[in-house]
């Protein structure tokens, strides 16, 4: 049976991108160059394009071309804290790239003071509107963007003396201890609820994802609760799929199984 011939040009145009002929991330000819290498039409051109941007071979930009995708190396997130439930997840990151060889690092935190509505008020426990602290920041893994968190607070926090929340600067020993020792709150557990959604126009281009959606988000949200069942904390974590790979350890797991270092 022969091959129809929008799949032979994404055949060929993979081989040249898998062998560097095209550099990943250089831009592959333009819709009218490659009609002319091929003697194909627009639509079978641009049939070839979409087949190629669907596996993720290639990104479109509208106005700059179309690119070879960037290899990128999936960076595998434990979601079961290594430090059990009294830790953080800025540990638990840091921790993660380490087993990885891998570089983490994280930009200043942007912080916040919100009005609470939606998901954020019903996890906090606090009325809608009520004021809350955010401190949101970018995740980059060897200084390529990985992720993105908002954490949120109770304002009343703040107002019992954990004022460093709304300090602009990393807590260095992590908020969770921050407020273990400044408010007596003790992390006992938490929930996490996982989403896949789209991502919006701002995560597309902190993420520079392609623009046909093609790579969805997975996110996190973990309500951390106190000993005494208050809620301490709502975090929302951003993950794209295409670098990304959860996972959880449950029970006891031999220590050589509990990292997941990448895919086989």
């Not at 935190?109 to 955010?134: C, D, F, M, N, Y």
């Not at 392609?210 to 951390?224: D, Y």
């Amino acid at each position: 049976m022969a091959v129809s011939k929008w799949r032979s040009i994404a055949d060929d145009l993979t081989k040249r991108i898998e062998s560097g002929e095209i550099a990943r991330g250089a831009q592959l000819p333009t819709e009218l160059e490659l009609q002319d290498e091929y003697d194909a039409s627009r639509n079978t051109v641009r049939d070839a394009i979409k087949w190629l941007t669907q596996r993720q071979l290639v990104t479109t930009h509208a106005g700059r071309g179309t690119f070879a995708s960037k290899r990128i190396t999936p960076f595998a997130v434990e979601l079961s804290e290594r430090q059990g439930v009294s830790g953080g997840e800025g540990s638990a990151y840091v921790a993660n790239a380490q087993i990885q060889n891998r570089r983490p690092s994280t930009s200043d935190p942007r912080v916040e003071i919100r009005k609470a509505t939606g998901l954020v008020a019903k996890q906090l426990q606090v009325r809608e509107g009520a004021r809350v602290v955010s401190r949101y920041q970018q995740r980059f893994i060897d200084d390529h963007p990985w992720s993105l968190q908002t954490s949120f607070y109770p304002m009343e926090f703040v107002n019992r003396g954990a004022e460093r929340l709304v300090d602009a600067v990393d807590v260095e020993e992590g908020v969770v201890k921050y407020l273990q020792d400044e408010l007596g709150l003790t992390q006992a557990g938490y929930q996490d609820l996982i989403t896949v959604r789209p991502p919006d126009r701002d995560e597309s281009i902190f993420f520079d994802l392609p623009e046909n959606a093609s790579v969805t988000l997975i996110e996190l949200s973990r309500t951390a609760y106190a000993i005494g069942g208050e809620p301490i904390r709502f975090t929302a974590t951003v993950y794209p799929a295409d670098r990304n790979m959860l996972y959880y350890n449950i029970g006891k797991v031999p220590d050589g199984h509990r990292e997941i270092a990448g895919p086989a």
